[in-house]
């Protein structure tokens, strides 16, 4: 087994996988310490990208995967180094035992490709780089957990909004959810992770304040958090949804569903999210599904 280790933690390697685990200094990156570590399976590097760098700021190393199965990417954020588990930087004076692990690495990569008999389950490499649950983030606004079946959104913190503050929490089932977003704070706007429903079309509210799919982050405090709380949640969809719910067949555990969504549009109807015509329209889309 090669081992290499960076500022930040260590990577060891053997003939299936590269095993990562991140230290928990005061320098490390939030979400680094969040996540603990993750495992990647050789058969999902489609390329290894080392920068030998200099004596100042040391080598790096990057491992890009297979389309599809890395879920940090498919949140559509900007590559930066500290919103993914798949880089490895360290000092100068081990750049030729990380340019050899680096080789080591993309030859596994290679060799594992050739000899698969099926290519691998693309859901299941992508659960092994994010978080387990059950699962827990906390933000100035409140908290988001997801217990492997459900999310729960709580705002209870000091930065909630009179109106979530009086909502207090809501829950959705990991079924009914299509995807999750996250867009960072920028300047001094707020940043915040919105769960998306399956099936049906809601409009985000104006503000942040009042939209009920939010958990908002405020600075650096629980961003990363819910950058990993979001791709933990996308990971875990691909397979969540019922097969009955997904072919439109009429049995109980469809309908519920359905009728959850009626009630959701039912609650931002009644809040002034949705117009008359707009709720009208959106409530016979889910009534002909059943």
């Not at 990417?73 to 930087?89: C, F, K, N, Q």
């Not at 780089?129 to 217990?147: H, I, K, M, Y």
């Not at 707020?190 to 799919?213: H, K, Q, S, Y």
């Amino acid at each position: 087994m090669e081992e290499l280790r960076g500022y930040h933690g260590i990577w060891r390697i053997d003939d299936e996988a590269i095993r990562i685990r991140f230290d928990s200094g005061r320098r490390v990156p939030t979400l680094f310490k969040a996540l603990g570590g993750c495992t990647v399976p050789l058969a999902a590097v489609r390329d290894v990208d080392f920068d030998r760098g200099d004596r100042k700021r040391g080598w790096r190393l990057r491992l890009e995967l297979a389309r599809g199965t890395d879920p940090y990417v498919m949140l559509g954020v900007s590559a930066r180094d500290e919103l993914t588990p798949l880089v490895l930087a360290g000092p100068h004076d081990r750049e030729l035992v990380a340019e050899y692990v680096a080789d080591r690495i993309r030859a596994g990569a290679h060799y594992v490709r050739e000899t698969l008999a099926t290519p691998p389950d693309r859901g299941e490499i992508a659960r092994a780089l994010v978080a387990r649950p059950p699962l827990q983030v906390r933000t100035a606004e409140g908290s988001a957990s997801f217990d492997g079946d459900k999310v729960r959104l709580q705002w209870d913190g000091w930065l909630a909004s009179s109106a979530k503050e009086k909502e207090k929490s809501r829950e959705y089932r990991l079924a009914e959810i299509e995807s999750v977003l996250w867009h960072p704070p920028a300047d001094v706007t707020e940043g915040c992770m919105r769960i998306v429903l399956r099936g049906v079309t809601l409009p985000e509210a104006t503000a942040l304040d009042n939209d009920f799919f939010t958990l908002a982050s405020h600075g650096s405090k629980g961003a990363e958090e819910t950058f990993l709380m979001a791709a933990t949640l996308n990971a875990h969809i691909e397979g969540a949804a019922p097969a009955a719910v997904e072919s439109g067949a009429d049995d109980t555990g469809g309908a519920e569903d359905i009728f959850a969504k009626i009630r959701e549009l039912g609650r931002l109807h009644a809040e002034g999210l949705l117009t008359d015509e707009e709720f009208s329209t959106k409530k016979a889309e889910l009534l002909d599904r059943l």
